[in-house]
């Protein structure tokens, strides 16, 4: 490092664990460019001075995660219009002082499943199980991709309600209790969506709705990539179905903040084999 090396990183908490550093840095490394990359533990009530820390020390942008991605958007002069429709930022780009917030992981997501299910999305009929955070930037993107519809099952009805009629503007959506959607027979779907955190390590046998439900005609995602197939993922190639784990989002939203800090396109494959190489050993 030296006095022209650009800084970046994350603020989270907690963030002791995160893979950004990881796969940032071997992007900035491969590409030979005077970046660096680190992680911030930002306590709840730090956000604000923190933001303010990205301007006052020069940083060229940082992302942003769990639990600051809603609470940031207060402190930032600008937000891009994806991300105020997701209503969460992940990402701030410092351009000379003014610093702009967007939102890379609903395109993250959209870019990797198109990639790895080479399949257009117009017309699709989607079940997105779940309606926090990350189904937010999911299903806005999803929404914004032509797809016929996006069904919203949340273990609280009231959470599926209000994405949906959210997504309304888009897209026909409807909102349904996750116990009442019908488990006992194949879903009437193209693409089944896994956004909850059920069946993430260390809970790995969990499943978050019935085996019955899957069938060979079936794309199913899992937003999950530790581990990298799920109990969901297992039981759907038992069914014939295609899968897509979590780990592509995770490249590709990183990749899109690269992207805008850098102004370079990102070295995907790279990225990837950095991240893959650190979960199968961990
Ligand atoms: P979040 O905002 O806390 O939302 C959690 C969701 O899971 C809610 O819909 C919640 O339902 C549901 N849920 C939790 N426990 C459940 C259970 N036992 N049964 C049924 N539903 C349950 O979390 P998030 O930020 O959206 O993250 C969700 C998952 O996505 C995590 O596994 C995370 O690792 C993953 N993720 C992956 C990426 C990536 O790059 N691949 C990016 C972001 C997140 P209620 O509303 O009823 O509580």
Redesign the pocket.
């Known amino acids: 490092m030296d006095s022209k090396t650009l800084f970046t990183g994350v603020f989270g908490f907690p963030v002791g664990h995160s893979m950004s550093p990881l796969m940032h840095n071997t992007a900035f490394a491969a590409l030979e460019l005077n970046y660096t990359y680190g992680a911030f533990e930002v306590e709840k009530g730090a956000l604000k001075k923190a933001v303010e820390g990205i301007r006052a020390l020069g940083f060229r942008g940082v992302n942003v ?2 639990p600051h ?1 809603v609470e940031v958007m207060d402190y930032l002069d600008e937000i891009d219009e994806e991300a105020r429709q997701i209503g969460a930022v992940n990402t701030i780009v410092n351009e000379n002082g003014t610093l702009i917030g967007y939102n890379t ?1 609903g395109q ?2 959209v870019r990797s499943l198109t990639e790895e299910w080479n399949t257009p999305l117009k017309g699709k009929k989607v079940v997105i ?9 999911v299903a806005v993107s999803l929404a914004k991709s032509g797809v016929a519809e996006i069904i919203v099952a ?3 009805f009231d ?2 309600h209000e994405l949906a009629t959210h997504l309304s503007q888009w897209v026909g959506s409807r909102g349904v209790a ?1 116990e009442h959607l019908d488990q006992t027979k194949p879903l009437d779907a193209d693409l089944l969506i ?7 390590s260390p809970h790995v046998a ?1 499943i ?1 709705i019935s085996p019955a439900v899957l069938h060979d005609q079936l794309m199913v995602s899992d ?4 581990p990298l197939y799920t109990e969901l993922l297992t039981q759907a190639q038992q069914a014939g179905a295609r899968v897509h ?7 590709h ?1 990183g990749a899109l903040a690269f992207e805008r800090w850098t102004g370079q396109a990102a070295p995907v494959s790279l990225m990837k084999e950095a991240v893959l190489q650190f979960l199968q050993k961990s």
């Open positions: 995660t769990i991605k992981d993250g997501y199980l779940g309606a926090g955070g990350a189904a937010r930037g949340n273990r609280s959470k599926a996750l896994n956004t909850t955190s059920v069946g993430m969990h978050p937003l999950i990539y530790n784990n979590g780990l592509g989002m995770f490249i939203q």
